[in-house]
């Protein structure tokens, strides 16, 4: 082979090895290529998300009181007034429920003596010894107030009894922990 042919021939193998390099660059890029756009792929797949919104709504307490009173328009010293006093359940849950007795003037009635089914505590409340179940009553916190012989006439102008209850949500606790929670 002559020089010449031999260049040719030179050239023409180092064009083959150029053209493996090529292609073999081309082969690598595009490996690399899939594999990185399968990692891509996989990641999105693995870091995809989705939520989920859980709502609930609490049960609300809700009790009133119902009073059976006239007031009376001209009271006098030694007056038996009644005054029949209750809790009523609005709440579509059992509950526990306690009363209190406000007066405005002390010294001027009798004790109020507190019908059976309730429970008297230190903390003033008057506790009624049944779970109140949805649409239920109590029975009467008392039946009436009595004015004392003792006081003036005048003095009587300034009195008053206001009652206030509250409720508590029965569920599984006991009345009294049930109040604690409360307090």
């Not at 006093?85 to 109020?112: C, Q």
């Not at 009624?128 to 008392?142: D, Q």
């Not at 102008?157 to 409720?167: F, H, I």
């Amino acid at each position: 082979m002559s020089k010449r042919e031999k260049a040719i021939f030179s050239l023409f193998l180092q064009g083959e090895n150029l053209k493996k390099k090529i292609i073999s660059a081309i082969v690598l890029f595009g490996v690399v290529g899939a594999l990185g756009s399968g990692a891509a792929f996989t990641s999105a797949y693995l870091i995809s998300g989705d939520k989920e919104v859980n709502s609930f709504n609490a049960t609300k307490v809700d009790i009133g009181i119902e009073e059976d009173y006239n007031k009376p328009s001209n009271p006098q010293p030694g007056d038996v007034i009644s005054k029949k006093t209750r809790a009523v359940n609005n709440s579509s849950i059992d509950v526990y429920v306690r009363m209190r007795a406000e007066v405005s003037n002390a010294d001027l009635l009798e004790p109020i003596v507190a019908n059976s089914g309730w429970t008297l505590k230190s903390d003033g409340f008057y506790y009624y010894n049944k779970v109140l179940k949805p649409g239920e009553k109590t029975n009467n916190l008392f039946e009436n107030v009595t004015i004392k012989k003792s006081c003036i006439k005048e003095e009587i102008k300034d009195l008053s009894v206001q009652v206030y209850a509250e409720a508590v949500q029965a569920g599984t606790l006991s009345a009294d922990q049930a109040w604690a929670t409360m307090d």
